[in-house]
T-cell receptor
């Protein structure tokens, strides 16, 4: 079945760039997403990328997609303490009712 | 505008009791999803509604779980004879017609004692 994997934890210093990585197995993925979850809160959609793109930039966020290697990354420039959260990548395959398959989440800790 | 809302925000129930969780999607969104987020299991898909089509129930973990969507809007997820392993955060999401972004509600935290 489909599988999406992420590292569990990342610690960065305030002002540095954060790079959160994700790998997926489904070659039929059409859209790939990044969601942010703060403590006690729901999932906030940050950005997404269509599978025929290799990069998307949105303010401090840059998404890179390597479709050949099935690797997705989220770069956060000038990381702030407010960026501390769990980041989930997810993929969607239109052949599976458009449900999202989520990774396990990466906890980003921003230190001063 | 208003986002996806869910109620209650927290629910504590005794093992064996039935519970109902409610989701109000964003107005005009035709697709509605339920997911479950539990420790050790991550986020898992439960059920999907799209307009008047038959729902995709492929993610429901057992026949104790059911969901309905009335009038193409509000959805209720029902868990019968709750078990301790049902303890989790239940998340609802909705999508606008023809779009692919899923917007999530704040979730209902269910604790079965």
């Amino acid at each position: 079945g489909e599988d999406v994997e992420q590292s569990l934890f990342l610690s960065v210093r305030e002002g540095d760039s954060s790079v959160i990585n994700c790998t997926y197995t489904d070659s039929s993925s059409t859209y790939l997403y990044w969601y942010k979850q703060e403590p006690g809160a729901g999932l906030q959609l940050l950005t997404y990328i269509f599978s025929n793109m290799d990069m998307k930039q949105d303010q401090r966020l840059t998404v890179l997609l390597n479709k050949k290697d099935k690797h997705l990354s989220l770069r956060i420039a000038d990381t702030q303490t407010g960026d501390s959260a769990i980041y989930f990548c997810a993929d969607k395959n239109t052949g599976t009712a458009s449900k999202l398959t989520f990774g396990t989440g990466t906890r980003l800790q921003v230190t001063l | 505008g208003a986002g996806v809302s869910q109620s209650p925000s927290n629910k504590v129930t005794e093992k064996g009791k039935d519970v109902e969780l409610r989701c109000d999607p964003i107005s005009g969104h035709t697709a509605l999803y339920w997911y479950r987020q539990s420790l050790g299991q991550g986020l898992e898909f439960l059920i999907y509604f799209q307009g008047n089509s038959a729902p995709d129930k492929s993610g429901l973990p057992s026949d104790r779980f059911s969901a309905e969507r009335t009038g193409g809007s509000v959805s209720t997820l029902t868990i019968q004879r709750t078990q301790q392993e049902d303890s989790a955060v239940y998340l609802c999401a909705s999508t606008e017609p023809g779009q692919h972004e899923q917007y999530f509600g704040p979730g209902t935290r269910l604790t079965v004692t």
